[in-house]
């Protein structure tokens, strides 16, 4: 019995402790779109990062709880994602495609989508995930709000477009998108929103900016 235990306080002596959450919650992204929600454990998710499941239990409580700060780190990081990604581009309707590309990056594969979609099923059922799932919903629009405003301002859009209106379809479009794409298996995700965007965007565009969407 205590060699058993020397041999365990070895092998836990050699992997690492001090791995962020942030880490730990990638990872259990990761895990999330090989395997779906249903076959997330939190074993699965220790041994992505090197760490053994207790190290989780200590941290999230049980799966539940890894899967709640999960959500709520989705839902920071709609927050942060537009201003760096702004910051990465000349115009805001470059941005924008960029945006919406990255917000689905994850879902580079039908069977990714699919596992992550059956997540947001979860977050529309429970309480404690549907709030932070609203909240990145929420910064998604506000961002999407945010671009097409300063879209209008350069003179990239057509005074008066209904922002508000444009900023629904297009956060629309981009779910829908890729409903449509794993379905059809067609080209790459990002190569469907970007023609979805265009699409919706055209009819606004002001003349001499029919090309600012096609892709770099």
């Known amino acids: 019995m205590n060699e058993h ?7 836990m002596a050699g992997r690492p402790r001090g791995v962020d ?9 990761e895990v999330m779109g090989r395997v779906g929600p249903a076959g997330l454990t939190l074993a699965a998710v220790a041994r992505e990062v090197g760490l053994v499941p207790g190290t989780l239990i200590q941290r999230f409580g049980s799966k539940g709880g890894l899967l709640v700060a999960l959500a709520q780190q989705s ?3 709609a927050d942060a994602l537009p201003g760096c990604v702004r910051e990465e581009h000349e115009t805001a309707l470059d941005a924008l495609a960029a945006l919406i590309v990255r917000w689905l990056a994850s879902m580079d594969t039908p069977e990714h989508f699919a596992n992550h979609l059956a997540f947001l099923c979860m977050d529309l059922t429970d309480p404690q995930l549907y709030e932070p799932a609203l909240a990145a919903h929420q ?32 956060q629309a479009i981009t779910a829908g998108a890729g409903l449509v794409w794993a379905l059809e298996r067609r080209g790459t995700l990002a190569q469907r929103l ?14 001499g900016h029919d090309d600012d969407l096609e892709e770099s």
């Open 75 to 77: 839902a920071k990081a």
């Open 21 to 29: 959450d942030a880490v730990i919650l990638r990872a259990a992204a």
């Open 5 to 11: 235990l020397l041999m365990m306080e070895r092998a």
């Open 139 to 170: 910064a998604q629009r506000r961002a999407i709000e945010t671009l097409l405003t300063e879209a209008i301002a350069a003179g990239q859009l057509r005074t008066g477009t209904d922002v508000a209106a444009l900023a629904g379809s297009v």
């Open 194 to 207: 970007r023609h979805e965007l265009d699409a919706v965007l055209s009819p606004h565009l002001l003349p």
